[in-house]
């Protein structure tokens, strides 16, 4: 399937539809039969970042832009096509989850997939933890990050530049053992 | 949205206009054909609602009338659009090109067609798709030109499209229905015909 018809078709889609804007819940599946809740955006420093996403599936790639504000107990997460045409706005701000989908490319993960993604890569584990099924864990190990379940299987993989610190790191690579996609981030900043 | 892919397509001929008196619609038509080909370097600023910084991208570009466009982005990633009224191909970094041709999506080119039409200065279309606003400077150095989408599709998409040029098309500033803005700003115009390499690059 051609990927450039999609963000090229977005000429016709805006024509035929409006953007959708809806509330979601804020929970991610970890695996086909494992989900559990998003923690509440809370930063203690200003986080942002563009990032060019490049996923692997199934031997195929496909690219999307993420433009990411953090800050206090607001993220904002928006997806646009390689050409700049906007994809969906996430709004997570206290317990709410706002989206608004303005395309849907179904070679793409979901809107919610990506900013559980982001959220897997940015926020300190401590958040993570206590949201986590029993026996999984979350280990920031060097420049690395793991989702490990109870039978010790790394579940997500996430790549950084720069070893933990007080810092928000950026991450460079998302490897999902389970889903089968990986994402090459390139920061664009 | 690089809506203004589609609008630089269709721009050629209104790189040029005169340095006369006010400038009128019909002077802006008679220049549109011109120059058939115009290299540029651009700077694009996409803002967002509600995010901090716009997302903001450089390169450079070619538009033929015979060709078509050729965009070439180099940062902050590398990306090259070539479009004319046959097919678009985009190829990103090192991946493989993606190419989509008019008879499988006669939709989408039946829209930059119409967009095409509108651009090249079909003044009947312009006036009939668009509320007008052309001004000048006191001393007609720089034009302005707002368009405001009277029906569909257009009114869907965009507030309103702005352009302000001198000899050269300067600025494109597209106003969108999602409250996003973009900004792209051309700078060192040249209008030499094609060399046989740049030829090459609209295959």
Known sequence: MKRIQYWLMCFITLLLCSCANKPISPETWLTKGVKVNLPAPHFDQVYHDQQLLTFSYNGQQHSLITMIDAQNDALSVVGLSTLGIRLFKIDYYGKVITTEQNIFIKELPSASQILSDIMFSILPIEQWQPLLPKGWQLIDTNEQRLLINEQQQTVIEIKYRQPPSSQIRKPTNIKHYIFGYQIAISSME | ?203
Not at chain 2, 27 to 40: D, G
Not at chain 2, 60 to 81: C, D, E, N, V
Not at chain 2, 106 to 119: D, E, G, K, S
Not at chain 2, 153 to 169: A, M, R
Request: proline content about 5%.
């Open chain 2, 1 to 203: 949205m690089k809506n203004f892919l589609i609008l630089c397509f269709i721009l050629p001929s209104i790189f040029f206009v005169s340095n006369g008196q006010a400038i009128t619609l019909d002077e802006l038509q008679q220049k549109f054909s011109q120059y058939p080909v115009t290299r540029a370097n651009f700077t694009q600023d996409r803002y967002i609602q509600g995010m901090n910084k716009p997302l903001h991208s450089t390169g450079r570009m070619i538009i033929s009338q015979h060709h078509g466009l050729w965009w070439q982005q180099l940062t902050p990633f590398a990306l090259t659009l070539k479009m004319n009224d046959q097919r678009m191909q985009q190829i990103i970094g090192q991946q493989p090109p993606q190419i989509i041709r008019a008879d499988e999506q006669p939709q989408l080119f039946q829209f930059n067609t119409l967009l095409a039409a509108i651009f090249n200065a079909d003044k009947i279309t312009l006036e009939k798709n668009f509320q007008l606003n052309l001004s000048d400077s006191d001393n007609a150095q720089k034009w302005q030109l707002i368009l405001i989408p009277k029906m569909a599709p257009l009114n869907k998409i965009f507030h309103k499209i702005t352009l302000i040029g001198d000899q050269y098309l300067l600025q494109i500033t597209i106003d969108d229905k999602q409250n996003d803005k973009t900004l792209i700003v051309f700078t060192d115009h040249q209008t030499l015909p094609l060399t046989e390499n740049e030829k090459h690059l609209f295959d």
